[in-house]
């Protein structure tokens, strides 16, 4: 049972560009979501976290959008830079669990 | 602040045998995880500790595999009589503990485990 889905496993968009990283969840408990990125052969590294009483953070070139009745996050980056070529996995814990479940990931390929 | 430390970083070994990895978090956090992800596949939650009690194991996590962190600092991870489905990139990740749920985790760069 896949409770966090990103069901895109790849995107490509031009420097300079809006990427828009798409991400799902199932489970109604959860309310602290993060987004990772992660470079071949490295582990992941946080970008950018929202709890379930917000429905946008921003942090620079990055925007979590939180959409809870749909169940759907997003993660906007503005503008898209070569840099930010990589796999993005979208994350989600619930209170009192301290357990954080991974989606499957999206590979974003930024194209100079 | 000197991140989460993980070693060895690659590590190839016969099926069949033992194999260890060491944890090393950051200084202070009082939780840490264990993780597994193979290609094209997200992190998947192992078990994580909070100081030395190991709170929570998945059932991913079979009685081949055990954690430790015996003085709630560095952990390791021990992998007895190793199958080719073993082989993933073995992470770990600790946060602080601030009394709040609310809080990310940080990430090693991992273990490579390769199992011929």
């Known amino acids: 049972d896949q409770q966090v889905k990103q069901n895109s496993p790849s995107l490509s968009v031009q420097e300079g560009r809006i990427s828009i990283l798409n991400c799902d969840y199932t489970n109604s408990m959860f309310d602290y979501f993060l987004w990772y990125k992660k470079y071949p052969a490295e582990g992941p590294t946080f970008l950018i976290s929202i709890s379930s009483i917000k429905d946008k953070n921003e942090d620079g070139r990055f925007t979590v959008f939180l959409n809870k009745s749909a169940k759907h996050l997003s993660l906007h980056i503005v503008p898209s830079q070569p840099g930010d070529s990589a796999v993005y996995f979208c994350a989600a814990s619930a209170t009192g669990t301290y357990k954080y479940i991974f989606g499957t990931g999206t590979r974003l390929k930024v194209l100079a | 602040d000197t991140g989460v430390s993980q070693d060895p970083r690659h590590k190839i070994t016969k099926r069949g045998q033992n194999v260890t990895f060491r944890c090393d978090p950051i200084?202070?956090?009082?939780?840490l995880y264990w993780y597994r992800q193979t290609l094209g596949q997200g992190p998947e939650f192992l078990t994580y500790?909070?100081?030395?009690?190991?709170?929570?194991k998945s059932r991913l996590l079979s009685d081949r595999f055990s954690a430790e962190r015996p003085k709630g600092s560095f952990s390791t991870l021990e992998i007895q009589r190793t199958e080719q489905g073993d082989s993933a990139m073995y992470l770990c990740?600790?946060?602080?503990?601030?009394?709040?749920?609310?809080?990310?985790?940080?990430f090693g760069s991992g273990t490579q485990l390769s199992v011929l």
């Open positions: 200084s202070e956090h009082n939780r």
């Open positions: 500790f909070q100081n030395e009690a190991q709170l929570e």
């Open positions: 990740a600790s946060r602080a503990d601030r009394g709040g749920s609310n809080e990310k985790l940080f």
